[in-house]
């Protein structure tokens, strides 16, 4: 693998999600002339008997052995050269290690490695530590809510805030490869306080704010069109809960892309662990 091709990092562990993952990591590979990298970390947690039962690392690391092969085997089958793919085993905490990876890429791809119900309130810890851990973009996919190719809907939501303009610009470059369009998506919440006290805003004081917000995202978006002006990007704002509408976009879309802080930053707050767990498309967490 030489640095000037882009290497796109996966992290397998055995799962649905993980070879769904794989499958993501192989079709970028494929648009993008990339080298795949399949990543196995044995959680050294496990092995030292976190739960009171100590396990063999050797048969741990034959099962990750076993998972990665089965991804290599898949991108072969899907038409990579087996000189593009790359494969490791890791002793060591999952997070820890494809942070560290991700060092060396230029994306990072992980299952969701989360089921139905109450599980899903909490998403795989894998997934969230790694979205403010990780030093390149990364994307979490699902099996069961994109079990097709992407690419289908040649749309990419990008959610603004106060993150800058950080995410829209990856977000562009990511259209370039498919191709799609952009929709800028900004959440108002619902009743904002008045400036003079602590009362519900008044309809006007409510329409004021969002003329205000409108114009304002307006403005932060306005240069990158400028650079990117062979796509169409459409930009809008709306009221609701953030969580609850963010949700609501990931479909019908191929990808929504989200803004999370930097380093060191540990973990994620609850809107962005509610968007991860129930999106029904892949979700970009970049680093802002």
């Keep these: ?150 690419g289908r809907y040649h749309r990419v939501t990008v959610a603004m805030g106060g993150s800058g303009d950080k995410p829209l610009r990856w977000a562009c470059q990511e259209a370039r490869t498919r191709p799609s369009t952009i929709d800028v998506v900004h959440v108002i919440p619902y009743q904002p306080t008045s400036i003079v006290s602590f009362l519900p805003a008044t309809a006007a004081q409510e329409r004021q704010w969002e003329e205000r917000v409108l114009a304002g995202l307006k403005r932060m978006v306005e240069p990158v069109p400028q650079q990117f002006s062979d796509l169409e990007i459409r930009v809008r704002s709306q009221r609701g809960v953030l969580a609850d509408e963010l949700i609501q976009e990931s479909s019908p879309v191929d990808l929504l892309v989200l803004g999370v802080k930097p380093r060191p930053a540990m973990s994620l707050g609850g809107p962005l662990r509610a968007v991860l767990a129930h999106a029904a498309c892949p979700v970009a967490l970049i680093s802002r």
Aim: glycine content about 12%.
């Design 1 to 150: 693998m030489t640095g000037s091709i882009p290497r796109i990092l996966v992290g397998i562990d055995g799962s649905d999600d993980g070879i769904r993952a794989a499958r993501y990591g192989i079709g970028r590979a494929k648009r993008l002339d990339g080298d795949l990298w399949f990543v196995n970390a044995v959680d050294d947690g496990v092995v030292t008997g976190g739960w009171g039962i100590i396990y063999d690392p050797t048969v741990l690391k034959e099962a990750g052995q076993a998972a990665v092969e089965q991804a290599a085997d898949l991108a072969t089958a899907m038409g990579v050269a087996a000189d593009r793919i790359r494969t490791d085993v890791v002793i060591g905490n999952p997070t820890t290690v494809l942070a560290e990876f991700s060092k060396e890429a230029e994306i990072l791809i992980v299952g969701r490695r989360a089921s139905s119900g109450i599980e899903r309130m909490f998403v795989g810890s894998t997934s969230t530590t790694l979205a403010a851990a990780t030093y390149c973009p990364l994307v979490v996919i699902s099996a069961a809510s994109t079990p097709e190719p992407t």
